[in-house]
């Protein structure tokens, strides 16, 4: 059954995917009968995180399409297409800036072939690159959605089709400073205190007290123990130091502890089961 | 993004603990002056006094009690409410002594009634915190499906209960009581006691073991194997009155087996060798998880035996499982939980500024591995009376958990102290 949006929604190249989806799931077949680029869209963990990053135009170039085959698709289920803008924020494949000369590669294609989200390896990557580094992502795309994130977080980018199905694009960061403060994983999180949160890089963390670290490994001990300990060395450690904790859960309790005494912290948790704390004194 | 959970206040959390100890010591007093009951039917007013209390004011208490605490750990979020929380422990608490009241004497009127009302209120109440406080979760784990789970089970269980005490003044129920008794009990042996001890269990004992890593592979099909059981045998029931009941325990014990191989699996690649007294009996509290599923093969029916016979072993495979492995586990877990809840309300606060002690010094372990010999003497006294129809053993047996239960009262109420003076 074709269910016809009442009134016909006005759609253009900067239309998001999610919100057609959203208007009318019978978007997901209709793109994805497109071409065997879009199949992607009938994995439902796929289609959350892609669609939401991804307009028309976007979606036209990852298919190697035009954005009318789109529209003539869409027309049919109902929307009004607008032939305003071309494609906005599109990407020029043009000529190759100066890249960084050393890069970490990271190849996600099997990792998609699998339905799996590779946003948070990546994320994981960056925030762990070396300096002077760049990564490279090996796909059989170009990566649209994560180049405007990526960008707000202070990474250029670059991309070169190597093939039919083959895509290397280079993220590296727009200068030393900015990438310090700005490559930020998502997953972490730091609380100066209760009421104000603010998102900064574990690593960048860990490199700003870097010689002045003193580190403990908790995961043995038998709760509460672990807690104890972690509370009785920040009894003994200087101003100016911090201390990185290996631990295997988040600790629930100890957190409200740490506020309580004027303590900041990051969190990170790059497997399950491990868990990183940087406890920093609070300014 | 809020990551810590608030604690519990420890005036939700401990007045449960010392209601289970006190119901635990009521309950093994009462065993005392019941051996005559253990000769008779199970449909015996006391033997309904005693599996009641056991159930509700020992188990279930405790069960509220530390749930309250322990979910914020698991789940990492706050408890939805301490304010419910503390309603529904005067409901559970006002209709287990009226349920115990109305069964001894046998008062099926009104105290019956309103015991069972004030129950079924108190799981409802129950339910609604965990609803609230399990949506709150960031991340779903294996374990909040099996505490979730048990608690529907809980009502479902109360619910059977509710009309049953109603069926004994006005009669509407198309079976007999024995019937719908088979049911109730069963929805709450392994639909909320069972499933609820997995739950907790894979959270906690590799937490203690200091596991780093298990598969929970055997926890998902242990999930589907107890629920799946539980529904075809509830459906069959009431609705289809097969010969094939016994499929579905097989179901269901099947699905403890594999959560005693997870166990296992966590005590193989354990990071700490040495196990406190509390630890072993827990072990050992998951072990006889196993017997009752044994005893079904023969409490089902398959086996011809004697009337007599039959009923000895229902007392049996009743035993095996409210003084079995559901009081094994209290037995040893209150001594992994309290110490802990009680440094944290006492001591937390003052670590790094002052020497405290560790949760271990708390207590006396060396008290708790007597109390866990005592018990283990006399559960076994027990098993054999019920079995044999020993008065001889059923009265050893029964001065034996009394003895247990008077070092556990000493112990639990030793370490409230400590959380209550300042």
């Known amino acids: ?283 | 993004m809020e990551i810590t959970a608030k604690p519990t206040g420890k005036e939700v959390v401990l007045p449960h603990y010392a209601f289970a100890a006190l119901s635990f010591l009521a309950l093994t007093i009462l065993l005392l002056f019941s051996g005559d009951a253990f000769v008779g039917h199970y449909f015996h007013p006391k033997l309904l006094t005693l599996t009641h209390l056991a159930v509700l004011g020992w188990a279930t208490m405790i069960i509220f009690g530390s749930l309250y605490q322990l979910l914020p750990v698991v789940l990492q979020v706050s408890l939805y409410s301490d304010k419910l929380a503390k309603i529904t422990f005067y409901f559970l608490a006002a209709g287990t002594l009226l349920l115990s009241y109305a069964f001894w004497n046998f008062a099926i009127g009104l105290p019956l009634h309103l015991a069972a009302c004030f129950l079924v209120i108190a799981f409802v109440l129950f339910d609604i915190n965990l609803f609230y406080t399990t949506r709150r979760a960031k991340t779903w784990t294996i374990e909040a499906d099996f505490i979730l789970t048990s608690g529907f089970w809980l009502l479902a269980t109360g619910i059977i209960g509710l009309l049953m005490a109603i069926n004994f003044s006005y009669p509407f129920l198309k079976e007999s009581h024995l019937h719908y008794l088979k049911l109730h009990a069963h929805l709450g042996i392994a639909g909320w006691f069972i499933l609820l001890i997995i739950g907790v269990g894979a959270k906690l004992l590799p937490m203690f073991l200091l596991t780093h890593h298990v598969a929970i592979k055997k926890l998902q099909v242990t999930y589907y194997l107890v629920n799946g059981g539980l529904l075809l045998f509830a459906v069959d029931h009431l609705f289809w009155h097969t010969p094939y009941q016994i499929i579905y325990g097989l179901l269901v014990g099947t699905g403890l087996l594999l959560f005693v191989l997870f166990v296992a699996e966590a005590y193989r690649s354990r990071v700490r060798r040495e196990q406190d007294a509390g630890m072993q009996q827990s072990l050992v509290g998951v072990g006889l998880m196993l017997l009752p599923v044994l005893l079904l093969a023969v409490v089902s029916g398959q086996i011809e035996l004697s009337e007599k016979l039959q009923l000895q072993l229902y007392l049996v495979y009743g035993l095996t499982i409210f003084m079995g492995f559901i009081t094994t586990l209290i037995l040893g877990q209150t001594f992994k939980t309290l110490p802990f809840i009680v440094w944290m309300h006492r001591y937390q606060h003052l670590v790094g500024k002052q020497t405290v002690p560790q949760p271990k010094d708390l207590y006396s372990d060396k008290w708790v591995k007597v109390q866990n010999i005592v018990y283990g003497a006399g559960f076994v006294s027990l098993l054999l009376g019920a079995g044999f129809a020993s008065q001889r053993w059923l009265l050893l047996g029964s001065i034996l958990l009394v003895l247990t239960a008077l070092l556990y009262v000493v112990q639990v109420f030793r370490l409230l102290w400590q959380a209550i003076v300042k």
Not at chain 1, 154 to 180: C, D, I, M, N, V
Not at chain 1, 250 to 279: C, H, K, N, S, W
């Open chain 1, 1 to 283: 059954m074709i269910t016809v949006p009442v009134p016909p929604m006005k759609i253009n190249a900067a239309t998001k995917i999610s919100a057609l989806i959203k208007a009318n799931p019978e978007v997901i077949e209709a793109i994805a009968s497109i071409n065997r680029h879009f199949t992607k869209l009938r994995n439902p963990v796929l289609r959350k995180i892609l669609a939401s990053r991804v307009t028309i135009a976007d979606a036209a170039r990852i298919g190697g399409t035009d954005v009318k085959v789109f529209f003539d698709k869409l027309q049919q289920l109902g929307f009004e297409p607008e032939y305003i803008s071309a494609a906005p924020g599109a990407t020029t494949l043009a000529e190759r800036p100066n890249l960084p000369a050393h890069n970490v590669t990271l190849d996600v294609r099997e990792s998609l072939q699998k339905g799996l989200d590779p946003f948070n390896d990546i994320m994981n990557r960056l925030a762990q690159l070396p300096a002077q580094h760049g990564l490279l992502l090996i796909n059989t795309f170009e990566p649209t959605p994560l180049i405007p994130i990526l960008k707000k977080k202070g990474y250029r980018h670059f991309t070169e089709q190597k093939g039919p199905e083959l895509f290397h694009t280079y993220f590296y960061p727009y200068g030393e400073a900015s990438a310090l403060n700005s490559n930020a994983a998502e997953t972490v999180t730091t609380a100066i205190d209760a009421e104000t949160k603010v998102e900064t890089s574990f690593e960048s963390l860990v490199q700003r007290y870097d010689g002045r670290l003193v580190e403990i490994d908790v995961r043995q001990l038998e709760m509460p123990l672990p807690m104890m300990t972690i509370l009785e060395t920040l009894t003994q450690l200087q101003p100016s130091q911090a201390l990185l904790v290996a631990h295997r859960r988040v600790p629930q309790y100890l957190l409200p502890q740490l506020r309580e005494r004027g303590f900041a912290y990051a969190i990170t948790e790059p497997a399950p089961d491990q868990v990183q704390l940087l406890l920093y004194k609070d300014e």
